[in-house]
């Protein structure tokens, strides 16, 4: 079933628990991310797929387990170091920074990745290379237009692209996109996801996305998370064939 | 590199941001107008320069960063009392002493910053409120040192570099105060336009999001925390030596209100919020309380309530709102 035994494990989770007071939202959690994945998560709301992603880059501590990165273990670093040796993410809710220009936003991230940030003696505009650097992935996401106007000004879709373009500035090895179509019309939801699949082949993906079609068109292997432990996973026929996964998961969308 | 072209670089773009305005040079150019139409209001006009400097301190952190304080004046009055210990006992060149003095208000921000770098919001403020008081009941306390609530006497100020005695007329004291005000301004325009500069808007934009593109909030906030209160010692000092005395008002929360009002009113975030905000804070204060001395703190209520009500990013940032309308036209 594994379709990629002989590519090392970029990210890895082992027996990865976490509760909130007495309730269960991360149950041993075991995932092989292989290098170059596109993987998907999916299940039910409430399952506890975004708080798989916090624990994964820090934000939330778990309570038991461990996050590997490229072997490494990394469950005591903060989300600052783990997104230092690339490991970054994305956010469902719009997490940006309304005041800044998608410009300014992107080379502050280059400025951090580069260590260029504490400098408080040279102007920004003196970083020929981080802004190049910065514009070339705001260019690369078709946001190069766009990209003097401040970002709480940008229409919707264009900030959930800057979402991703703030995660690739940090240059991942990793990269968690937690809904990056969230709330943008079915008809360019497509486009946030082509630009998510023409980033390089080197980088590995996990999103999380509840559009089944974007999911069997992008993914090439799903994980299905029910109440905070993984129901079952496999490639996207193989999914799509499980009436398990219809009954828990598919079915109850329909309804809902 | 003309900055109008249709198709700018982004480059082009970012080092157009630090470049100086018309309207700059005229800001500074009119800060020399007091020589030429006050000469009696130097004194007046010397104390504005020390509050501007104060307010460009906190708005490096406020303004800037986002680090909401109610007890800046702590660091205000380290600076005084330091510069004023100094002299007492028998340091009065006014150089030096400025330079100590802004030193021990750095270490000592820099020693709170600490605490200061992991909160936010509602206990951020009550947590610098709260080292305020401290401050300031400690002063009142040690009155061996600071002379408590009779304020610290017997400082004894050296001419500025050997040559200019402080006056009566507050001539030294206006044009010292102007060029340390005048140099820090450089010095601060010029964190604020950097990679330093961004990141500190990056933390007031959103403090959620710094993490996630790999910044170290905590130490960018140790830094700016610890360049801001050594600016606002130097304020302190700059008041200590021109004034000779320092007294307990200096570290008082009065004064850390005071500051906050005259930034929210220049508009804070902006270089010359604070500037600006100083300037008519303390023309207000003086016109006012000239009207009645007892209640002028009633019309800056009502200054305050205005400009937050109909100009909530303060003068400034109604002013360019205007500008930016006008030339959009």
Known sequence: MSVSADRPIALATRGLSKAFGSLPVARDIEIDLPVGARYALIGPNGAGKTTLINLMTGMVAPNAGQILLGGEEITALGPQERVRRGLARTFQINTLFPGLNALEAVTLAVAERRAVSGQFWSRVGSHGEVIDDAYEILRKLRLGDSCYQATRELPYGR??????????????????LDEPAAGVPQEESGDIFEAVASLSDDLTLLFIEHDMHVVFRFASHIIVLVGGAIFTEGSPAEIAADPGVREVYLGKRKHG | MTSKSAAITPQAYLQAQSRWHPLEIAFWLATLLPFLLFPNYLSLASQIAITALFALSLDIILGYAGIVSLG???????????????????????????????????????AVSFIISRFRHFTLIMITLGLGLLAFEAANRAHWLTGGSDGLQGMSMWPVLGLFRFDLYGYTAYTYSLVVLFVVFLGARRLLNSPFGLALRGIRENWVRMPAIGADSRAH??????????????????????????????????RSADVLVMLVLGGAGRLYGGLVGA????????????????????WIGVLLVTVVMVLPNGILGGLSQIYARWRSK
């Open chain 2, 72 to 110: 800046h004046a702590a660091f205000f009055g380290v600076g005084a009392y330091s510069a004023g210990l100094i002299s007492k006992y028998g340091w009065g060149e006014p150089l030096t002493g400025l330079v100590a003095a802004a030193a021990i208000a750095g270490i000592v921000g820099y």
């Open chain 1, 159 to 176: 900030q959930r692209l800057l979402e991703i373009a703030l995660a690739l500035a940090t240059r991942p090895k990793v990269l968690l």
């Open chain 2, 279 to 298: 300037v008519i804070f303390m023309v207000a204060r003086d016109q006012f309380s000239g009207i009645a001395p007892q209640y002028w703190y009633f």
């Open chain 2, 221 to 254: 906030i140790r830094k700016a925390f610890t360049i801001a209160a050594a600016i606002a010692g130097l304020a302190g000092a700059l008041l200590a030596q021109t004034t000779e005395n320092v007294s307990l008002e200096s570290i008082s929360f009065q």
